[in-house]
């Protein structure tokens, strides 16, 4: 596609319940980033894949967050029993192998009830 | 690891005046520099970023000037226009081995008709 697509662009659920977020890359980007935006906050840098190599988790904020990706190509980010404060919009961002600069997708936004 | 300060929080100018955001960072080892636009619900967008061997680069009526020794660096948005008026968000990070952006909080730019 012509940008980073993620999808849902919005997410709401209760409170304990798992979710799993989705980012598709620009085609032919080896780097994938998944940054989380709090309200009126700046980005946190969560977790980083590069090409094969093993991904850098570590502004992960706790075991209940995970990712993986599948091919080198489509990432998935899973929250597991979800607390009030991990509601924040979820940005990825992807750009080509060993450079800069990240491109973005829409986020999505994730309320937790 | 890095600590990326950015000031003012807000900002308010009139139409046609000059606008002048400016960051700090801590990590030596940091040589990429990007400023990234955002509108409300929007992605962030990339508007100009800078690599430490420049130290000013200039894009129509926006600019980027860096300091490494001083470990700053700053945007300057010239001849300013109601459209400019977004969240401005500067980061860094190096540009070897995890290039994952560290982010300021953002400046809220109000440019007034």
């Known amino acids: 596609g012509a940008g980073v697509s993620q999808s849902p662009s919005n997410k709401v659920t209760e409170k304990g319940k798992d979710v799993e977020l989705r980012c598709d890359p620009i085609?032919?980007?080896?780097?994938l980033y998944w940054y989380r935006q709090s309200l009126g906050q700046g980005l946190e840098f969560l977790i980083y894949?590069?090409?094969?190599?093993?991904?850098?988790k570590s502004g992960l904020p706790s075991d209940r967050f995970s990712a993986e990706r599948t091919g080198g190509s489509v990432s998935t980010l899973t929250i597991q029993r979800t607390q009030q404060e991990d509601s924040a919009v979820y940005l990825c961002?992807?750009?080509?192998?060993?450079?800069?600069?990240?491109?973005f997708g829409d986020g999505t936004r994730l309320s937790i009830l | 690891g890095e600590n990326v300060e950015q000031h003012p929080s807000t900002l308010s100018v009139q139409e046609g005046d000059s606008a002048v955001i400016k960051c700090t960072y801590s990590?030596?080892?940091?040589?990429?520099f990007p400023w990234y636009k955002q509108e409300l619900g929007k992605r962030p967008q990339l508007i100009i970023d800078?690599?430490?061997?420049?130290g000013e680069k200039k894009d129509q009526r926006i600019a980027v000037t860096l300091n490494k020794t001083a470990k700053h660096f700053s945007l300057h948005i010239t001849e300013t226009q109601p459209e400019d008026s977004a969240v401005y968000f500067c980061?860094?990070?190096?540009?070897?081995?995890?290039?994952?952006?560290?982010f300021g909080s953002g400046t809220r730019l109000q440019v007034q008709p």
């Open positions: 961002a992807s750009s080509l192998e060993g450079r800069q600069p990240q491109h």
């Open positions: 085609s032919g980007h080896t780097a």
């Open positions: 894949f590069q090409g094969n190599s093993a991904p850098d």
């Open positions: 990590d030596s080892a940091s040589n990429y």
């Open positions: 800078i690599r430490s061997n420049v």
């Open positions: 980061a860094a990070s190096p540009d070897t081995g995890r290039r994952a952006l560290t």
